[in-house]
């Protein structure tokens, strides 16, 4: 049983920076496509990166391009998310997620397996 298991997060002030960790086990795929999505109250869930583990290839949203990084860990299957410059608008409830096909990587449709959650708060 896959399980995705989610570090960091909190509260900081616009022009500091964070970062968030996501663990996958339990996987028997031989690759994984994860990624990181946020939902703000009101809001629908919001693709921010992705990272297809064998060959590294990411993809950004435009309102995080420059800003944040994803990236593999040393650990198999370990990803972070590093968020430099956070601004009030990054505030929201960050997920990390994965799939073995990595068919639509920035549509949350296309993940199946889900983290916890953790609240980002950015004050101004």
């Known amino acids: 049983q896959v399980q995705l298991v989610q570090s960091g997060g909190g509260s900081v002030q616009a022009g500091d920076s964070l970062r968030l960790s996501c663990t996958l086990s339990?996987?028997?795929?031989?690759?994984?496509?994860m990624a990181w999505f946020r939902q703000s109250p009101g809001k629908d869930r919001e693709f921010v990166a992705t990272?297809?583990?064998?060959?590294?290839?990411?993809l950004y949203a435009d309102s995080v391009k420059g800003r944040f990084t994803i990236s593999k860990g040393s650990a198999k299957y370990t990803t972070y998310l590093q968020m430099n410059r956070l601004a009030p608008e990054d505030t929201a409830v960050y997920y990390c997620?994965?799939?073995?096909?990595?068919?639509?990587?920035?549509?949350?449709?296309?993940?199946?397996?889900w983290g916890q959650g953790t609240q980002v708060t950015v004050s101004s």
């Open positions: 997620a994965a799939d073995q096909w990595g068919f639509k990587p920035t549509d949350s449709d296309g993940y199946d397996y």
């Open positions: 339990g996987g028997t795929s031989s690759s994984y496509t």
């Open positions: 990272i297809n583990w064998s060959v590294g290839r990411t």
